[in-house]
Nanobody, 115 residues
């Protein structure tokens, strides 16, 4: 059974940095399409960044220039480096994977940006 497990969330001051990691397990292949989503209280879940197995990336406009998504296919890890964090980045961040019609979600990790 494929599982995605996030780590690295926490409390950080505005302007600070955090690095989230997503570890995939339960399969022998590298999940073709990986992404990070986030959901703030009272808001819909929104796409933050995506990455494919060839490391082609895309970012939401609100994180461009601040966040960087990367992956290590051999280790089945996907990271999200978040710099210049703002209070509006506060949310639960979810790892997502899609491979040949199957979709997988992690349980989420809380990121709180506050002074």
């Amino acid at each position: 059974q494929v599982q995605l497990v996030e780590s690295g969330g926490g409390l950080v001051q505005p302007g600070g940095s955090l690095r989230l990691s997503c570890a995939a397990s339960g399969m022998t292949f590298s999940i073709r399409f990986m992404a990070w989503y986030r959901q703030a209280p009272g808001k819909q879940r929104e796409l933050v960044a995506t990455i494919t197995t060839d490391s082609s990336t895309n970012y939401a406009d609100f994180v461009k220039g601040r966040f960087t998504i990367s992956r290590d296919n051999a280790k089945k890890l996907v990271d999200l480096q978040m710099n210049s964090l703002k209070p509006e980045d506060t949310a639960v961040y979810y790892c997502f994977g899609r491979h040949i019609g199957n979709e997988y979600w992690g349980q989420g990790t809380q990121v709180t940006v506050s002074s």
